[in-house]
């Protein structure tokens, strides 16, 4: 099982720097495939969440895991928006936007949160269940590769080299690597801690959802990205099925 979360999580930073490496070699990069990305991500976890991960934690440690939730939703909330000072997706080609080292290093440390939670997620997400830690991978996949291209473009449009861009990017793989050997500390510790970790990562996953992807998707200009997040729900609905089918 820890060979598959390593090789789950693995996946999951390439993409971060898959992104990242897109945008150190292409510096426009089209807007709507990331909105569209993100939108189908954003789907895909807030279906993950509301259908599986806060049943299966109010299942798991009772009435206390939505206490969990709320605590994991705040703790996300605390790093992006409170401790530092500028932080969200989509891509930063403007140059009003993020003129300033400081706040590029400010989205980097928001960002890197991020990226830890995402591998603490797939973590404890794997460690409790196969098909559901199958699921939370997913989830995290679909909105890695816009997550490199986001930050890849903010470092850029601080006026960093592009080397920078890569290493940003790295930076975000590494933190999501963290994240997933978690599993170390988690293996060795009973099973209630399990599922309190379980509950907080629903909190997560669903700040994730609807506070850092959601918003983005509604400012588009575009009316697809909006409907592409009800593609991401039945895209969670059908694999869903289709791997409790192959699973069972």
């Not at 993100?38 to 206390?64: Q, Y």
């Not at 080609?93 to 939670?117: C, Q, Y």
């Not at 973590?123 to 559901?132: T, W, Y």
């Given at each position: 099982?820890?060979?598959?979360?390593?090789?789950?999580?693995?996946?999951?930073?390439?993409?971060e720097?898959l992104?990242?490496?897109?945008?150190?070699?292409?510096?426009?990069?089209?807007?709507?495939?990331?909105e569209?990305?993100?939108?189908?991500?954003?789907?895909?976890?807030?279906?993950?969440?509301?259908?599986?991960?806060?049943?299966?934690?109010?299942?798991t440690?009772?009435?206390?895991a939505?206490?969990?939730?709320?605590i994991?939703?705040?703790?996300?909330?605390?790093?992006?928006?409170?401790i530092?000072?500028?932080?969200h997706?989509?891509e930063?080609?403007?140059?009003?936007?993020?003129?300033?080292?400081?706040?590029?290093?400010?989205?980097?440390?928001?960002?890197?949160?991020?990226?830890?939670?995402?591998?603490?997620?797939?973590?404890?997400?794997?460690?409790?269940?196969?098909?559901?830690?199958?699921?939370?991978?997913?989830?995290?996949?679909?909105?890695?590769?816009?997550?490199?291209?986001?930050i890849?473009?903010?470092?850029?449009?601080?006026?960093?080299?592009?080397?920078?861009?890569?290493?940003s990017?790295a930076?975000?793989?590494?933190?999501?690597?963290?994240?997933?050997?978690?599993?170390?500390?988690?293996?060795?510790?009973?099973?209630?801690?399990?599922?309190?970790?379980?509950?907080?990562?629903?909190?997560?996953?669903?700040?994730?959802?609807?506070?850092?992807?959601?918003?983005?998707i509604?400012?588009?200009?575009?009316?697809?990205?909006?409907?592409?997040v009800?593609a991401?729900?039945?895209?969670?609905?059908?694999?869903?099925?289709?791997?409790?089918?192959?699973?069972?």
């Amino acid at each position: 099982m820890i060979l598959q979360t390593l090789l789950f999580g693995l996946a999951a930073a390439s993409a971060e720097v898959l992104g990242g490496g897109l945008m150190y070699l292409k510096k426009a990069w089209p807007r709507r495939l990331q909105e569209t990305l993100l939108a189908l991500g954003a789907g895909f976890i807030l279906a993950l969440v509301f259908l599986k991960l806060i049943p299966v934690s109010i299942e798991t440690v009772g009435e206390s895991a939505m206490l969990y939730c709320v605590i994991g939703f705040a703790t996300v909330h605390f790093f992006e928006h409170t401790i530092v000072g500028h932080l969200h997706f989509g891509e930063e080609t403007h140059s009003d936007a993020m003129v300033s080292k400081g706040a590029s290093i400010s989205a980097f440390s928001g960002l890197f949160v991020h990226a830890f939670f995402d591998g603490f997620t797939i973590s404890v997400g794997m460690h409790f269940d196969f098909l559901l830690g199958v699921l939370v991978f997913l989830a995290v996949l679909l909105h890695k590769f816009p997550e490199g291209l986001t930050i890849g473009s903010i470092v850029m449009a601080a006026g960093y080299p592009r080397s920078m861009v890569l290493l940003s990017a790295a930076g975000l793989a590494l933190a999501t690597m963290i994240g997933v050997c978690s599993i170390f500390v988690i293996d060795t510790i009973g099973a209630e801690f399990v599922g309190i970790g379980f509950a907080f990562s629903a909190g997560v996953a669903a700040y994730v959802g609807a506070s850092d992807l959601i918003p983005e998707i509604n400012k588009s200009k575009d009316r697809i990205p909006p409907l592409v997040v009800f593609a991401g729900m039945l895209l969670f609905y059908v694999s869903d099925l289709f791997l409790e089918g192959l699973l069972h």
